[in-house]
């Protein structure tokens, strides 16, 4: 059972271009979520979905990011204009019940994708 | 505000020994989960030990095991038998059903053989 799926691992991008990320989550699982790790820092949350809903974008800044996850294919997390500030690693999760759900609320973790903005 | 703190930027053991990672948390809830994440040099999110709030019983996987004080909102993760795989960054994290998880920012283990 392949694990959560993340591509690019590494993505260089000039200030103002755009960043698209991908992620497939874990077989069996329709929850995905998006984290973003500054260097030296720990993982702060930016958006929840569940297929073809976005559940809770909370963490998500309120411009220039966007993410979707389609009935088919995997969750993007897209980034426009890009600025120096966006470079960190970004880690999708996935679940299989959705949150909240007693006893099933262990996300496991993709690679991450480590952007860098020059 | 949920908040995780972890007090420990970095800690570091000899091999083989046991060595303690703390953590504390701030919540209102009732029900909520606590987990610890390790980090290795590949950047990949590792799931250590999970832990339900409303069971009395420390979880234990292995060589590790967690002390939870529910009511000191403490949740400190305890490395026996220290190995050398074990170095890596380790973070705590808070959820519940109303809340996505919350991360400490981490604690550098290094191992000393």
């Known amino acids: 059972n392949a694990g959560v799926m993340q591509n690019p691992r590494h993505l260089v991008r000039r200030r103002g271009q755009e960043a698209r990320l991908r992620c497939s989550p874990m077989k069996g699982h329709s929850h995905v979520y998006w984290y973003r790790q500054l260097p030296e820092e720990g993982l702060k949350f930016m958006v929840y979905l569940q297929k073809e809903n976005i559940i809770d974008e909370s963490g998500m800044p309120k411009e220039r990011f966007s993410a979707e996850f389609p009935k088919e294919g995997p969750s993007i997390l897209r980034i426009q204009q890009v600025v120096r500030g966006d470079s960190a690693a970004y880690f999708c999760?996935?679940?299989?019940?959705?949150?909240?759900?007693?006893?099933?609320?262990?996300?496991?973790f993709g690679p991450g994708t480590r952007l860098t903005v020059l | 505000a949920q908040t995780v703190t972890q007090s420990q930027p970095e800690m570091s053991v000899q091999e083989a020994e046991t060595v303690t990672l703390s953590c504390t948390y701030d919540?209102?809830?009732?029900?909520?989960?606590l987990f610890w994440y390790k980090q290795p040099p590949s950047r990949q999110m590792i799931l250590v030990i999970r832990?339900?709030?409303?069971?009395?019983q420390n979880a234990t996987e292995n060589r590790f095991s967690v002390n939870f004080q529910k009511a000191a909102k403490s949740f400190s993760l305890k490395i026996s038998d220290s190995q050398l795989g074990d170095a890596a960054m380790y973070f705590c994290a808070y959820r519940s059903a109303a809340h996505d998880m919350r991360f400490g920012a981490g604690t550098r283990l290094t191992v000393k053989p």
């Open positions: 832990q339900e709030a409303y069971k009395q």
């Open positions: 999760a996935s679940s299989r019940f959705r949150r909240g759900l007693a006893g099933t609320d262990t996300q496991y």
């Open positions: 919540t209102s809830e009732s029900d909520y989960y």
